[in-house]
């Protein structure tokens, strides 16, 4: 059988156009699997080659560096793709990931600061502090509070790229963050289940209220006098 391997591709390649760096890091019983050898085969929309690329490997991780010149001239959207090519133990391994040219990235808007002023009783520096959760701790949570917003976006078809409004979402991201605190210190004792459950629901009930200030037309410019609600488009595709 062959050796399996983890290509982490938390989210689609999203690339500006720019000077734009990607990585397909590779792991394998928990620890990063170093390579050496590679190539990177880029595709836009039409599958259209966009570029090939020599690769780096900082720490061991692939990585391809793509030159703003090669995306000057291509059209913003998604359907592009990345093609990894890596010698892994004398084998070269073929890592796909799905990509998107866009204008801009979307990034929360919340830190610990709003999480701390919310609850006192997570902040790291109270004395009467409920977890032994580094600074660290709560931006890996964030983190992944990111992946799955952004990821939840793009499933119901609202583009990142083209929020105008990002503000929008704090509560959304504030309340999923507080729910996958919660949801930890929950398996270690049960009585923050009950905190953990008000969060989530509290997490969908912004979700399912967010209205955004968004570029349509992915022309660089928000529509106007107009706002989308995420979950217009879920709706339209029920009724179908």
Known sequence: MATQYTAAFDLPHLIEQRAETITCPVYRDGAIVAVT??????YNASGIEVATNALTFPGGVATATIDASTLDAQEF?????????????????LFRNDAALVRARLYPTVGTVDLFRRLRSLDTADSE??????????????????????????????????????????????????????????????VYQTTADRWRERYEHAWGTLTLVYDSGDTGQPDRDKRRSVTSSVWLMSRE
């Not at 050898?37 to 880029?42: E, Q």
């Not at 090519?85 to 391994?93: A, C, D, K, N």
Request: charged residues 25%; aromatic residues 10%; proline residues 2%.
């Open 129 to 190: 502090v409920i977890t032994r959760m580094s600074l660290a701790d709560y931006q890996a949570k964030l983190d992944e509070v990111d992946i799955e917003v952004q990821l939840r976006l793009i499933e119901e078809d609202n583009r990142p790229g083209r929020i105008f409004s990002p503000s929008a979402m704090r509560q959304v991201w504030l309340s999923l963050w507080a729910a996958l605190i919660f949801e930890d210190l929950a398996n270690f004792e049960n």
């Open 37 to 42: 050898v590679g190539t990177l085969k880029l």
């Open 77 to 93: 959207g998604l359907g592009w793709w990345a093609e990894w090519r890596l010698e892994l133990s004398g084998v070269v391994r």
